[in-house]
């Protein structure tokens, strides 16, 4: 185990700003109002400090505050997907140090739930370790969802339009949300020039801790703050269809008295023009690279599913219409396929590789 070393513990009134940091990235928090807010940053290749990530409900972005319950943690109907900027209202703190960096935690304790979020300042790098607790009072506490949420703040400016973004899921509409089952390929993005955030899901302590489903969410006109939003968390949803889900206030989860999210968030001052997305296909590569030989979830290898499945398709039925294989002339040459996509139903084949 990991020794760590208590360096300091801060009142609200003492912290306002302070600076943590490792060689490559660090943390600003500044108190207002009472809550501490965060700004997440990384050095340049000239040394220069550069703000990539905010609190949403940090200074200098508009704040729809009408109360002061935690905005990225809701337990009640209260509408869509956020009504104001989302945050923890965390109100105290306090860092150690470890031989992995410092360990900034941040706490609030509200309307019976105590919220503590710890985030590890790298030693070296720019990989933001952050772990989220939320303790209930209640045995049978419900909520509709608890969220780690950044605005996307380059150089902590606002109204900023990335030049990309990229999501493993599509949301067109407002109440949709990108549901865990595309955690296949787990991270949201933004990126303006040189300068990127990325948000991680931790998939494995994901796997040991999901009383309830998750999501990621990137949002780049959601009206309650100038800035595009990525948030990760806990939120029920539901198929609403083909590769689309939805969420709506009425999806309330009983949760146990304890819940615990991790993510890693990356930053970079330097990722390659559109292409902040490597930065994520390297750390899941570096991550998921020890299950590549193994057939999980898989119950048989692959050429046994062949002698099941091809057998199963080329006698396929809708219906009274055979579907299974058949051939057709194009232009003067035998083709054969078997009917997929769409017009299945009239033995159409869908000439595409997807199929």
Not at 1 to 25: C, F, N, R
Not at 199 to 212: F, K
Not at 329 to 345: V, Y
Request: with cysteine.
């Amino acid at each position: 185990m990991l020794a760590l070393y208590l360096l300091a513990w801060y009142a609200p009134s003492q912290m306002s700003p302070i600076e943590i940091w490792g060689k490559d990235a660090g943390i600003r928090l500044e108190t207002h109002g009472g809550e501490i807010t965060e700004s997440l940053m990384v050095k340049d290749a000239k040394g220069i400090s550069r703000v990539i990530l905010m609190t949403p409900s940090a200074p200098g972005l508009p704040i729809a505050r009408s109360n002061e319950l935690p905005t990225a943690l809701r337990s009640s109907d209260t509408g869509n997907l956020f009504l104001a900027p989302p945050s923890l209202r965390f109100t105290s703190f306090q860092q150690t140090k470890a031989p992995f960096g410092v360990v900034v935690t941040l706490t609030h304790r509200a309307n019976g739930v105590t919220l503590k979020k710890q985030i590890t300042v790298p030693a070296n790098g720019a990989r933001f370790k952050m772990h989220l607790d939320a303790d209930f009072d209640s045995k049978r506490s419900s909520i509709e969802y608890l969220f780690l949420s950044y605005a996307f703040t380059p150089d902590g400016k606002s109204a900023v339009r990335p030049d990309s973004t990229f999501s493993p899921g599509l949301r067109p509409k407002a109440n949709q949300v990108v549901g865990d089952h595309f955690f296949r390929a787990p991270a949201i993005s933004a990126q303006k020039g040189a300068l990127a955030a990325i948000i991680m899901p931790d998939v494995e302590h994901l796997a040991e801790n999901r009383p309830m489903p998750t999501i990621v969410d990137l949002d780049c006109a959601s009206g309650v703050v100038d800035a595009p939003l990525l948030s990760y968390g806990f939120c029920d949803h539901k198929l609403v269809g083909h590769v689309y889900f939805a969420h709506d206030a009425a999806q309330m989860r009983r949760v146990p008295r304890h819940l615990e999210l991790e993510a890693d968030v990356i930053l970079s001052a330097d990722a390659t023009p559109f292409g902040a997305y490597q930065i994520a296909a390297d750390h899941s590569w570096n991550v998921g690279h020890k299950f590549f030989d193994k057939t999980l979830p898989q119950a048989m290898p692959f050429e046994d599913y062949a002698k099941v499945s091809y057998p199963a398709a080329f006698n396929e039925a809708y219906g009274s219409n055979k579907l299974g294989w058949f051939e057709v002339e194009i232009d003067g040459k035998i083709c054969g396929g078997i009917p997929s996509g769409w017009g299945f139903q009239q033995g159409w084949v869908s000439w595409q590789s997807w199929f």
